[in-house]
Structure formats: structure tokens, C-alpha cells
């Protein structure tokens, strides 16, 4: 039988640096590697005492030898067919151009799916099966890293937050929301009026948003609940989930980013989690509107404090509906203020019809 064309190229010796032109000749899986001044043999290897190196386009496939020693081609063309090396992936890539054009359209596809499908409904799941030992402790760090960077103690009067804990309680009671799990905290912000909710169901009410509402404390009931309605929905939980998968899913496409490719995928997981927030600042807006008509209420408290945040923000703004001239701080990444209020409004009409 007939051997294979001799390949020239350079064999490099184990553990060495030391390396001289070889020949390679191929017979049934077998390679003889010869000097290629005709010196005499340099290593026989049979079928199974080598293996190849990668396929990398541009580049050589080497030949790895058991001993550690290697021969490199001088073609970078040589794939090694004729010793049934099988093309990889990269390989096989490089071949076919337009598998790379696919996969250039499905990757953004693909990606789309999962940051707007397949993550959302996953968190959730997990979420619901979170033990509660989880909230507890998220909840507890993040008001620690709050009272740290962020908030300072309230300036409000006993009195003023008594007034408001005792409409708090009556919230709770009513609703048959077990008091033991929620406590309301209020902390002075420079940021101005606000409130939120960590996932232990603690509720932050800042000084500014108590005093803006003092006169209508109907208005930060309706927030309480808003934020009330966080907790009951595990969003801070979901959120934490939809992080974690997608920096797994970042990660595993794109390998250790750094540089300018870490700020774009930053830039792409806070589109994608403002994305998320929205729709769960929509489900918590539903549960506020359901529970205010628990109370014998109705949203249009939830609408007027709407209104009554955002003038505080833009006092010369005008609430078209769908237009906002710019964000509010309390209100960013939220649904737009007037897409809000009007969905308020409306359930309130239908409920005097």
C-alpha cells in the first residue's frame, strides 16, 4: 500500500526548545518522522501514541506525541485528513461561512429569548421555592449597605411617625396582612421623596415622601401599598435570580469580559433589568389598585399620589398621556407616569359606573 505525501515542517523535542526541519510520513495511522537532511529516523509513532492539536484558522494542526514532543506543518492549510483527523468545531466553521452568517443572526435571537422569556419565567419559579431564611438575610443586607452609603436616621417627629405607623397597622389589619411579617422603617434621603421595599418585607418611607403627603395621607397608603404589593410578589427575589442568570448566560457566551466588553454587557443587563422592573412596577400598581378596593377605596388615591410625586418633580411638567419630558428620580425605570395615572383613573370611573 502506498504511503501518504511526505509533510514537511518542524519537530520540536519534549521539555525543549530545541527543534530541527523534519518530514513526516503517514501509513495507516502509523507516522514516521524523519531529518529532513536525511540524517536518519527521529520517531515512529503508531496509530494512538499522538493526537492533534487545535484547529485554529490561519494556523498549523500540530502533531502531539505521547512523549510530549511535537511536529508543526509548514502548510497552516494541512488538516490532517489523510490520517482521519475529524474537522472540529472551528474547523468546520471555517469552511462554511455561511453557518457563521447563522449564527451571527441566531446569536441576538437567541439572547432576545432568553433575557425576555426563558430567564423571566424561570426566576419566578425559583423564586416561589427560596426558603424564607433568604429574604431574611437579603433583606437584612441590603438595609445594612443603605444605612451605610445611602440614607441617613429620620428627622420626622414621634409623632409623625407614629401617625403614619398607626395608619400602617391599620393597612395590615384589615387586609389580613400577618403584621410579624413587615416593619416600617423611616430614614431621612437627600434624594428626595421615596419608599421602597426590601425583599424581607421591611418598607423604607423617607422623610421627604411623608411630608409631601402629609395632607393626604390616603395618597401614602396607596404607595405602602405599592410597596407592599413588591413583597407579596417576591420581585426583589426575581430580580435576584434574573441577575444571577443572566451573568451565568454573559459568562458562558462571551467568557471573562473585560474592558470595553464588560461596559456593553453592563449596558445590556441594566436595559434588560429595567426592562424587568417595569413589569413588576405594573404588578405591584394592580396590587395596590385590588387592595385599595379591599379598604372601600378606590385607585384614584394611587393616581393623585402619582400626581402629587410627580409635580414635586417637575412642577411646570404637563402628564400627557404616553409623554414624559424627562425621568423622575423616584420614578425611574418605572411604566410612564401618565400610562400610570391613567390606568388608575379608569378603574376608579369603572368602579362609581
Not at 452609603?149 to 411617625?161: A, G, K, R, V, W
Not at 410597596?227 to 435570580?241: C, F, P, Q
Request: aromatic share 8%; with cysteine; hydrophobic share 45%.
Amino acid at each position: 500500500m502506498a504511503s501518504n505525501p511526505v509533510i514537511r515542517g518542524l519537530y520540536q523535542a519534549a521539555n525543549s526548545s530545541a527543534s530541527c526541519p523534519a518530514l513526516v510520513t503517514t501509513l495507516n495511522g502509523n507516522i514516521l518522522v524523519n531529518h529532513s537532511d536525511e540524517q536518519g529516523e527521529i520517531l515512529f509513532a503508531p496509530a494512538g501514541d499522538y493526537q492533534f492539536g487545535d484547529a485554529v484558522p490561519g494556523l498549523p494542526v500540530e502533531l502531539i506525541f505521547a512523549d510530549g514532543s511535537r511536529f508543526i506543518p509548514d502548510d497552516s492549510r494541512l488538516r490532517w485528513q489523510q490520517l482521519g483527523h475529524k474537522p472540529g468545531m472551528i474547523e468546520w466553521l471555517e469552511r462554511h461561512w455561511s453557518a457563521v452568517l447563522a449564527a451571527t443572526l441566531l446569536v441576538p435571537a437567541f439572547m432576545w429569548l432568553m433575557i425576555t422569556q426563558v430567564i423571566p419565567a424561570g426566576s419566578n419559579a425559583v423564586a416561589g421555592l427560596l426558603p424564607d431564611a433568604v429574604a431574611q438575610q437579603l433583606g437584612s443586607q441590603s438595609l445594612a449597605i443603605i444605612d451605610r452609603t445611602y440614607m441617613n436616621p429620620s428627622e420626622l417627629s414621634d409623632t409623625e411617625q407614629q401617625a403614619i405607623s398607626q395608619r400602617w397597622q391599620h393597612l395590615l389589619t384589615t387586609l389580613n396582612i400577618p403584621p410579624e411579617n413587615y416593619r416600617l422603617e423611616f430614614r431621612s434621603w437627600s434624594g428626595g421623596p421615596n419608599a421602597m421595599a426590601l425583599p424581607d418585607g421591611t418598607v423604607i418611607v423617607t422623610d421627604s415622601i411623608a411630608r409631601l403627603m402629609a395632607q393626604q395621607p390616603e395618597q401614602l397608603d396607596a404607595v405602602l401599598l405599592h410597596e407592599i404589593g413588591h413583597v407579596e410578589h417576591k420581585h426583589s427575589l426575581k430580580i435576584l435570580s434574573q441577575t444571577t442568570a443572566m451573568s451565568l448566560m454573559f459568562t458562558m457566551m462571551f467568557g471573562d469580559v473585560e474592558g470595553l466588553g464588560e461596559v456593553l454587557l453592563g449596558a445590556g443587563t441594566s436595559f434588560a433589568q429595567a426592562s424587568f422592573s417595569r413589569d413588576m412596577e405594573s404588578d405591584a400598581d394592580q396590587f395596590a389598585f385590588k387592595e385599595l378596593q379591599t379598604i372601600g377605596r378606590t385607585p384614584q388615591d394611587f393616581a393623585d399620589a402619582m400626581k402629587t410625586l410627580a409635580q414635586h418633580y417637575q412642577p411646570d411638567a404637563e402628564l400627557a398621556a404616553g409623554e414624559e419630558k424627562s425621568l423622575f428620580d423616584y420614578l425611574r425605570s418605572h411604566p410612564a407616569t401618565a400610562e400610570r395615572i391613567a390606568a388608575a383613573e379608569a378603574l376608579a370611573k369603572e368602579m362609581l359606573q
